[in-house]
């Protein structure tokens, strides 16, 4: 069993999907969780649904394309925390899909601001309270396709791609002060990303996936809750995959 009591965490893109179900793993697992989201609007069914399980889950909004509103994220979590954070899960993610000769500029810097850049200014913010806490977790959610790549999804596999060469790089940095850096590379989960795919496009994945069905969020909270807990304290600078077995 692995137990987070006393840990405390920062979820991104907290308020459904991948976030959530993260965000209910690790809260049941004993830690307090504040997850974030564009709006209060669609965090507060989120709180009220933990309360009502007596969970330690906690919202705040902002832009994760804005530098300013990461930072201070990142500072409230810290205050609300008693100025611990143990956990920053890098789940906040879009997709704006098209084919590399159409693809417009605004639909490369808008997935590359929201995808990559915010996790340089979320791991900035909470880099110096962990090294001085001499311990932290980040784990940042990546994408199947980072190692694939996708038809009509350049802008998207170059995020998650990226993903990669920055999290084994900032895990050898800070290694030495205990702070592991992993990522969890999700193949296709059924949320609302995926929602958008045709029937056509749907079967396709599914003759991809061994396990022969598309994953659920519950799966990636799964292996980031490991990637959080005890049982993975010598993993760093790694990706997990959990993707049916598609790569
Ligand atoms: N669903 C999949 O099949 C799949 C596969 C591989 C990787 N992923 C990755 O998992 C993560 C979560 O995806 P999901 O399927 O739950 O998607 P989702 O669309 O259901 O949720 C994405 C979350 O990110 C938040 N977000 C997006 N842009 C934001 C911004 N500018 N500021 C603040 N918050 C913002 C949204 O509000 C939402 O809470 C993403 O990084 C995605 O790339 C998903």
């Known amino acids: 069993m692995i137990d987070l009591k006393g840990k405390t965490a920062l979820v991104t893109g ?7 179900a993260i965000a209910f793993k690790l809260a049941r697992a004993g830690a307090e ?10 965090s507060t069914p989120v709180v009220t649904e933990a309360q009502k399980e007596n969970l330690k889950i906690s ?3 902002g832009d994760v394309t804005s530098a300013a509103d990461c930072r201070r994220i990142v500072q409230q979590a810290l205050e609300a925390f008693g100025g611990k954070l ?14 590399f000769m159409k693809m417009k500029e605004e639909e490369w810097d808008q997935v590359l601001a929201t995808n990559l850049t915010s996790l340089f200014h979320f791991c900035k913010a909470v880099i110096r309270p962990m090294m001085k806490q001499r311990a ?3 784990i940042n959610i990546g994408s199947v396709v980072g190692h694939t790549g996708n038809p ?3 802008n998207y596999a170059t995020t998650k791609a990226g993903m990669l060469g920055f999290s084994q790089s900032l895990a050898k940095e800070v290694a030495s002060r205990n702070i592991l850096v992993n990522v969890v590379s999700p193949g296709f989960i059924a949320t609302d990303m995926t929602a958008q ?3 056509e496009q749907k079967t396709t994945i599914l003759e991809k996936i061994p396990l022969n069905r598309l994953g659920q969020a519950e799966d990636i909270a799964g292996a980031v809750l490991f990637l959080a807990g005890d049982l993975s304290s010598y ?3 790694t990706t997990l995959h959990v993707n049916g077995g598609m790569y």
């Open 59 to 61: 919202a705040l909004s």
């Open 86 to 99: 143990d956990i920053l899960v890098n789940n906040a993610g879009i997709t704006q899909d098209n084919l």
């Open 152 to 154: 009509g999804q350049v």
């Open 136 to 138: 932290g977790r980040i």
């Open 33 to 42: 969780v504040i997850i974030t989201s564009r709006s209060d609007a669609s």
């Open 235 to 237: 993993i760093t600078g």
């Open 197 to 199: 795919l045709n029937e």
């Open 14 to 20: 907290g308020s459904r999907g991948i976030g959530k």
